[in-house]
């Protein structure tokens, strides 16, 4: 499965590692599309079953954070760099997330305040912060020429898209931020991002080689900020918490399994 998608990738992208980028974007951007676009036909679904999605995400994210960029970045460069890359990743999400106005469904606002923007759009911002590291990470993994394990990244962000993806237009429904479609298109939305950060990933670790130990390690703390400072909070303010637990161990014994098997 994992050569028959290189080959797709090497044909689609002529083998340039921004063309990779992109296309690894897309295939995440489109699983969480499928994932929104579910609120159309599910309207409901129970706050246990939506914290402990968020858990699976969390648990990919965790797990992909040290197989596929860490544990990586330290065999190319050394841990000096991939620790400088962590903290630089992990302190950039903090600035970003104490300045740029944003709205969490269950913490709330956060950011500069403004009353000039809407709150669909700060709904929206809030949960693009969140898919800007995973968008990164693919990225990264592309323009470092280290293929299998960028194709096996790839699908296990693509994988907890989905249900996070649901999650988000759910989210919107209950925060009165239209149903069906509308609340479809907001989880679309938010995703979109991982698109153009992908590229601009694989891009910026190609044309500069030596900063791909440092670029590894920034996306892998970018993605353990997320973890630590979003998805735990949201997941465990609502009486759900073993829920949210059990859904990150699987979502790190998913990440396992595709590492080991395909990778």
């Keep these: 499965m994992v050569d028959a998608l290189i080959n797709v990738f090497i044909k689609l992208s002529g083998g340039k590692p921004i063309w990779l980028g992109f296309w690894g974007g897309v295939f995440t951007t489109l699983l969480n599309s499928l994932g929104a676009i579910l609120v159309i036909f599910i309207r409901r679904a129970s706050n246990k079953f939506l914290d402990a999605s968020l858990g699976f995400a969390a648990g990919v994210m965790l797990s992909a954070s040290f197989t596929s960029l860490i544990m990586p970045g330290i065999e190319l460069g050394g841990v000096v760099p991939v620790l400088i890359g962590i903290v630089i990743g992990s302190v950039f999400l903090e600035v970003a997330d104490h300045l740029i106005p944003h709205m969490h469904t269950i913490?709330?606002?956060?950011?500069?305040?403004?009353?000039?923007?809407?709150?669909?759009?700060?709904?929206?911002?809030?949960?693009?912060?969140?898919?800007?590291?995973?968008?990164?990470?693919?990225?990264?993994?592309?323009?470092?020429?280290?293929?299998?394990?960028?194709?096996?990244?790839?699908?296990?962000?693509?994988?907890?898209?989905?249900?996070?993806?649901?999650?988000?237009?759910?989210?919107?429904?209950?925060?009165?931020?239209?149903?069906?479609?509308?609340?479809?298109?907001t989880g679309i939305r938010s995703g979109l991002v991982e698109i153009p950060l992908a590229m601009f990933g694989a891009w910026a670790v190609s044309i500069a080689r030596p900063v791909i130990p440092y670029?590894?390690?920034?996306?892998?703390?970018?993605m353990l900020y997320v973890i630590s400072d979003e998805i735990v909070p949201e997941t465990h303010r609502k009486g759900h918490e073993r829920y949210a637990t059990f859904g990150t161990i699987l979502g790190i014994i998913v990440m396992l399994y595709l590492d080991v098997v395909f990778g």
């Design 107 to 185: 913490i709330g606002f956060e950011g500069i305040r403004t009353k000039r923007i809407r709150a669909v759009w700060l709904f929206i911002i809030a949960i693009t912060l969140h898919n800007m590291p995973e968008g990164l990470a693919v990225g990264v993994a592309f323009g470092s020429d280290m293929m299998r394990d960028a194709i096996v990244l790839m699908i296990a962000i693509g994988l907890q898209n989905i249900p996070e993806g649901f999650s988000v237009s759910l989210s919107a429904v209950s925060a009165g931020m239209g149903k069906g479609f509308y609340a479809a298109l």
């Design 215 to 222: 670029a590894m390690g920034f996306a892998a703390g970018a």
